[in-house]
């Protein structure tokens, strides 16, 4: 059994079919890329998973068991996080609350002890700081701890959303184009964390990306979808070399 | 220049960690207990007035400052605290347990806008609020039996424990008391789990969603929570102007209190009472000007109105991060005195959604 599995999904907004019929499965331990022309479905495949939208057909399965309808809010109790292409930081909170927020999960309930700062919550805060600076160190973040996220350069910012969906401690974690925006230094150091986030974190990632030299570093498996369907699927270089790919690019 | 070293988690929790801010707040307080003493009887009311505006201010900056949810009625809330704490003690009700009841009903009331409100946001949220507030107003004027209508409410002095506090200094003691339990409250509050899910909320309700905060149970919680601290402003508030008429509850407030959370400095609880003080006092300051100002301008009515709009756009144009914002820089000022950069607040270049690479 596949840690994820995507079964025969079609997602339809009116006239427009995001995701046609589309099945892949994506391995334990496994780093999964997403690839396709604009408009592919990409990011509709990670908006059915965390629920955004209800598929019309098809079924999502994590763990072995149907997710398809989950409430929106419960996705992250399973272990699944995910980063936005057009970054969702919470602008006007510092860079510690963004990741702190990533933690929420564990954090429900307590009102009544925050209300009154009692002691149990200070050491509930304090173990959430703790959890937090191990991603600090991680990323090297160090320098923005205390920073507002809106006044942070592009490239930071998308570390700090790649920070704070490791917050959750995920099982599965998906990336929406990591990399867009970066310069060439900071993809490097992106595919190096993406391999530390997978070999010492032991976190299953999925990743849409348009950067191929990205994808052929650090993927271990490819999906190239055109027009919300399954067009190749393999190894990176067996993708690239696909004809009907190629021709998807080229727009032939 | 100073920096900020910690040796334990917990040091970065402390609400003040520095002397100056410690001795600062000190002698606020002192100052604040003692001014009854000093200050002529129409100040020391003024002052009590100026705390309630501030509890008020609080509760709206829960809703507006903290989850982004805009409301042009709060003032409707104040009136049901007032209305309910009057009838309350009319019926016998103790003033304590009065207040709690209040908190309760208005809270209660809180609940029945914002369970609706999941639906709608900005302009919408805005026009609901501001039809509840003039709909409160009108049912308070209409329902003669219960309210009095226009001729208004007597509201009994309050007793606690046995004392009657029906002088001003005695009042203003009980204000300023409720105003600190609020105020420490909503800190712990704002700084904990609950005040940041309000912030995502405001900030992003995608990423809230994923991160497995439930956004529509947030923003009624948060209705709730601001309604309840607008209905305990208005159980004081009825104590301060001891007859209760709808129109001290109308159009005028609401907007008063709007620009309070605006100015002060949205996301900000010092901001909310910075806000309450400057907005509070502005008429009183109207008036101390009239006699300098020329007779065609001082015989005009809707004076206050101009300053506050007047106020409204200095601060849109000039420091859009409010009295909070100011007060930062000038603390940022005074603590890195020779080597202040201007630049230190200047925002980075923010991304618009269009302008964001693909
Ligand atoms: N909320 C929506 N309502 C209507 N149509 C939508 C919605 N979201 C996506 N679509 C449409 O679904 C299709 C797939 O969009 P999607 O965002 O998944 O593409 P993508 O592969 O992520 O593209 P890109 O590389 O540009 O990010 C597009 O035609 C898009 O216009
Ligand atoms: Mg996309």
């Given at each position: 059994m596949s840690l994820f599995e995507f079964d025969a999904v079609t997602l339809s907004f009116g006239g427009i079919t995001a995701i046609r019929n589309l099945s892949f499965h994506v391995e334990k331990g496994e780093i999964f890329a997403i690839i396709g022309p604009n408009g592919a479905g990409k990011t509709s495949v990670l908006n059915v998973v965390s629920r955004v939208f209800?598929?019309?057909?098809?079924?999502?399965?994590?763990?072995?068991?149907?997710?398809t309808k989950v409430p929106r809010k419960g996705v992250a109790d399973l272990g699944i996080a995910r980063t936005f292409q057009n970054l969702e930081l919470f602008e006007r909170a510092s860079v510690i609350d963004n990741l702190?927020?990533?933690?929420?999960?564990?954090?429900?309930?307590?009102?009544?002890?925050?209300?009154?700062?009692?002691?149990?919550?200070?050491?509930?805060e304090d173990e959430a700081r703790e959890a937090v600076e191990a991603i600090i160190d991680l990323l090297d973040l160090s320098p923005w701890r205390e920073a507002m996220v809106g006044s942070l350069p592009y490239g930071v910012r998308k570390v700090v959303e790649l920070g704070?969906?490791?917050?959750?401690?995920?099982?599965?974690?998906?990336?929406?184009?990591?990399?867009?925006?970066?310069?060439?230094?900071?993809?490097?150091?992106?595919?190096?964390?993406?391999?530390?986030?997978?070999?010492?974190l032991g976190i299953t990632i999925v990743m849409v990306e348009h950067d191929m030299s990205l994808v052929s570093a650090v993927a271990d498996r490819v999906l190239c979808m055109n027009l919300g369907s399954r067009l190749a699927l393999g190894t990176p270089s067996e993708v690239q070399a696909n004809a009907d790919v190629i021709a998807a690019y080229l727009g032939t | 220049m100073r920096f900020r070293y910690h040796t334990r988690y917990s040091d970065?929790?402390?609400?003040?960690?520095?002397?100056?801010?410690?001795?600062?707040?000190?002698?606020?307080?002192?100052?604040?207990?003692?001014?009854?003493?000093?200050?002529?009887r129409f100040w020391v009311g003024e002052l009590s007035y100026i705390?309630?505006?501030?509890?008020?201010?609080?509760?709206?900056?829960?809703?507006?400052?903290?989850?982004?949810?805009?409301?042009?009625?709060?003032?409707?809330?104040?009136?049901?605290?007032?209305?309910?704490?009057?009838?309350?003690?009319?019926?016998?009700?103790?003033?304590?347990?009065?207040?709690?009841?209040?908190?309760?009903?208005?809270?209660?009331?809180?609940?029945?806008?914002?369970?609706?409100?999941?639906?709608?946001?900005?302009?919408?949220?805005?026009?609901?609020?501001?039809?509840?507030?003039?709909?409160?107003?009108?049912?308070l004027g209409r329902w003669k039996t219960l309210t009095g209508g226009f001729s208004g409410l007597p509201v009994e002095t309050p007793v606690l424990f046995g004392f009657r506090l029906g002088t001003p200094t005695a009042f203003y003691f009980l204000c300023l008391a409720i105003l600190i339990i609020t105020l420490l409250g909503l800190v712990n509050l704002m700084r904990g789990p609950k005040g940041r899910?309000?912030?995502a909320v405001r900030d992003s309700e995608a990423a809230a969603w994923g991160l497995g905060i439930d956004v529509a149970r947030t923003r009624v919680e948060a209705f709730v929570l601001s309604s309840a601290i607008l209905g305990l402003s208005g159980a004081l508030m009825a104590h301060h102007v001891q007859h209760l008429t709808p129109e001290g509850f109308g159009l005028l407030l609401s907007l008063e209190l709007v620009l309070m959370v605006v100015i002060g400095g949205l996301g900000s609880l010092r901001g909310a009472l910075l806000?309450?003080?400057?907005?509070?006092?502005?008429?009183?300051?109207?008036?101390?000007?009239?006699?300098?100002?020329?007779?065609?301008?001082?015989?005009?009515?809707?004076?206050?109105?101009?300053?506050?709009?007047?106020?409204?756009?200095?601060?849109?144009?000039?420091?859009p991060r409010g009295l909070e914002g100011r007060w930062q820089k000038t603390k940022a000022f005074l603590t890195s005195f020779p080597v202040y950069r201007r630049d230190t607040f200047r925002r980075q270049k923010t991304y618009m959604r269009s302008e964001r690479l693909k």
């Open positions: 209800d598929p019309n057909e098809g079924q999502i399965r994590f763990d072995g068991r149907d997710i702190r927020l990533g933690r929420h999960r564990f954090e429900r309930g307590g009102t009544w002890q925050s209300l009154f700062n009692l002691p149990s919550h200070g050491r509930r704070r969906a490791l917050a959750l401690e995920p099982k599965l974690l998906f990336l929406d184009e990591p990399a867009s925006g970066l310069n060439s230094e900071e993809t490097r150091d992106l595919s190096f964390w993406i391999e530390d986030i997978r070999r010492d | 970065a929790r402390k609400l003040l960690p520095w002397t100056e801010g410690r001795v600062a707040y000190l002698l606020l307080v002192l100052a604040l207990i003692a001014a009854p003493f000093v200050l002529q705390f309630i505006l501030a509890i008020a201010s609080l509760g709206l900056m829960i809703l507006k400052g903290y989850t982004g949810q805009v409301s042009l009625g709060p003032a409707a809330f104040v009136a049901i605290g007032a209305y309910a704490h009057a009838l309350m003690l009319d019926a016998g009700v103790p003033f304590a347990v009065s207040l709690c009841l209040t908190l309760i009903i208005s809270g209660a009331a809180g609940l029945m806008i914002g369970l609706p409100a999941i639906r709608v946001s900005g302009l919408s949220l805005a026009m609901m609020t501001l039809a509840f507030a003039v709909i409160v107003e009108h049912v899910a309000f912030v806000g309450a003080v400057l907005i509070g006092f502005l008429p009183r300051l109207i008036s101390m000007a009239k006699p300098l100002l020329p007779a065609q301008v001082s015989a005009q009515f809707g004076l206050e109105i101009f300053a506050y709009g007047l106020v409204l756009a200095v601060f849109v144009l000039f420091e």
